[in-house]
Nanobody
């Protein structure tokens, strides 16, 4: 059984930064593509960023391009989402997904694993 755990969320003022982390027990992250999604109250879950299993390729959603970056440290079995210049519109629960399909975008599948999410709140 894979357990995906996100951490690093919190309350930050607009213009501030946060770094989210994604860890997975029961699965070696270095073997899998990883994606980040977010869901704001009353809205559908939306794709934010993804990184290929070997870290050679990333995809960043247009809504956060230039502000968010995704990276991974396979030696530590971790994936990170660095969020800079945060805006109130970035307020959401952020979810990590492990093992999805990576092509022109990242697709969570029935076999990929979700974490429980971490809350990010950006105040104006």
């Amino acid at each position: 059984q894979v357990l995906v755990v996100e951490s690093g969320g919190g309350l930050v003022q607009a213009g501030g930064s946060l770094r989210l982390s994604c860890a997975a027990s029961g699965r070696t992250l270095s073997n899998y593509n990883v994606g980040w999604f977010r869901q704001a109250p009353g809205k559908e879950r939306e794709f934010v960023a993804a990184i290929s299993w070997d870290g050679t390729s990333t995809i960043i959603a247009d809504s956060v391009k230039g502000r968010f970056t995704i990276s991974r440290d396979n030696a530590k079995n971790m994936v990170y989402l660095q969020m800079n210049n945060l805006k109130p519109g970035d307020t959401a629960v952020y979810y990590c997904n492990v093992g999805g399909r990576y092509s022109d975008t990242y697709y969570a599948t029935s076999l990929s694993a979700w974490g429980q999410g971490t809350q990010v709140t950006v105040s104006s």
